[in-house]
């Protein structure tokens, strides 16, 4: 069974730091591109980053130049550093995986993301 958890999150004036980690359990996804969603309340769950399996990287533009992405296959594990956290940065946190191997289309895209994990909260103060 196929299970991805994060971990990380917590509360955190702006401008300061976060680390997240999603760890995935049940097959490798070395060959896979994994990404990064989240969900501020009363809204829709919306892309943050993906890299794939080259390592190539994407972001929202919200993000870019704030937020980094990347990977680490042996581990089995994808991070996401966000430095100079905003408030409205705060959201529940996804983690999500393509089953495919090797695809990357529509990245951006919640609908092509089969698997996710539970959820991570984020909470950025003024």
């Known amino acids: 069974q196929v299970q991805l958890v994060e971990s990380g999150g917590g509360s955190v004036q702006a401008g300061g730091s976060l680390r997240l980690s999603c760890a995935a359990s049940?097959?490798?996804?070395?060959?896979?591109?994994m990404g990064w969603f989240r969900q501020a309340p009363g809204k829709e769950r919306e892309f943050v980053a993906a890299?794939?399996?080259?390592?190539?990287?994407d972001y929202a533009g919200s993000v870019k130049g704030r937020f980094t992405i990347s990977r680490d296959n042996a581990k089995n594990t994808v991070y996401l550093q966000m430095n100079s956290l905003k408030p409205e940065d705060t959201a529940v946190y996804y983690c999500?995986?393509?089953?495919?191997?090797?695809?990357?289309?529509?990245?951006?895209?919640?609908?092509?993301?089969?698997?996710w994990g539970q959820g991570t909260q984020v909470t950025v103060s003024s």
């Open positions: 999500a995986a393509i089953r495919a191997a090797f695809y990357y289309s529509d990245y951006d895209v919640r609908a092509t993301y089969d698997y």
């Open positions: 049940g097959r490798t996804f070395s060959n896979n591109a």
């Open positions: 890299i794939n399996w080259g390592r190539r990287t």
